[in-house]
């Protein structure tokens, strides 16, 4: 099993910037592919991004242009989503979540991952 945790959501102006962070506990972290997916009310969840295990590759859903980026921290059992530019059509609860087993990367449906964090609200202001 492994528990996720994430943090860092909040509210903030069109244009800005923030940081989320996914704080993994339980059995080994370093071995799991991880994604971000986000659900904005009334609508489908989606694939924002995701990073392999090793953390040597990442993959983005098509809306984020470059805005965001994923990164991993291993020795902290933490992995991040940096974003900036940040729109009011990023507004949406951000989902941290985890894969158990090997396979072809990228993975960008939420059927692929096997944990799932509470979730961060990110509310973006225009």
């Known amino acids: 099993q492994v528990q996720l945790v994430e943090s860092g959501g909040g509210l903030v102006q069109a244009g800005g910037s923030l940081r989320l962070s996914c704080a993994a506990s339980?059995?080994?972290?370093?071995?799991?592919?991880m994604g971000w997916f986000r659900q904005a009310p009334g609508k489908e969840r989606e694939f924002v991004g995701g990073?392999?295990?090793?953390?040597?590759?990442?993959t983005y859903g098509d809306f984020v242009k470059g805005r965001f980026s994923i990164s991993r921290d291993n020795a902290k059992n933490t992995v991040y989503l940096q974003m900036n530019s940040l729109k009011p059509e990023d507004t949406a609860v951000y989902y941290c979540?985890?894969?158990?087993?090997?396979?072809?990367?990228?993975?960008?449906?939420?059927?692929?991952?096997?944990?799932w964090g509470r979730g961060t609200q990110v509310t973006v202001s225009s």
């Open positions: 979540a985890a894969r158990s087993t090997g396979g072809a990367f990228p993975y960008t449906r939420e059927y692929e991952y096997d944990y």
């Open positions: 990073m392999s295990w090793s953390g040597r590759r990442t």
């Open positions: 339980g059995r080994t972290f370093s071995s799991n592919a």
